[in-house]
């Protein structure tokens, strides 16, 4: 009986992680070289997404230089990141996850004043 019970549980967690896992969304655009960075996501969706991180990305290594994490962000709100070298021009991207869908957001990236597609 335990048995039974143990792998129940086993089977009933996986699903709801596999279920939870494919309701996740990311953003991103491409890779720019610039000095001064903002990545900033909007929800235009109905509902609030409960967690929502955008995070600016070294292209080169992929080491984040800059994240920023919103909770229970509503509609109409907007989670942003910056992030700015004075002296050496860096390549990097702009990263947008969110724990719900990613249909909701919107998202841009600001390079050196230019703005750059995030889809």
């Known amino acids: 009986m335990n048995y ?3 792998l129940f549980t086993i ?12 309701e996740a969304g990311t953003l991103g ?8 960075f903002i990545c900033r996501s909007v929800n235009i969706g109905p509902t609030n997404v409960r967690t929502l991180t955008v995070s600016i990305v070294n292209s080169s290594t992929a080491s984040p230089l800059s994240t920023e994490t919103c909770s229970d962000v509503g ?16 390549v990097a991207h702009c990263r947008v996850t969110s724990s719900d869908s990613a249909n909701g957001l919107r998202a841009t990236f600001v390079v050196d004043g230019d703005v750059v597609d995030v889809r």
């Open 4 to 6: 039974r019970r143990s």
């Open 11 to 22: 089977i009933v967690t996986g699903a709801l992680s596999l279920s939870l896992a494919a």
């Open 29 to 36: 655009s491409g890779p720019v070289q610039g000095h001064a």
């Open 75 to 90: 509609t109409d709100r907007t989670c942003q990141v910056s992030w700015q070298e004075p002296v050496d021009a860096v």
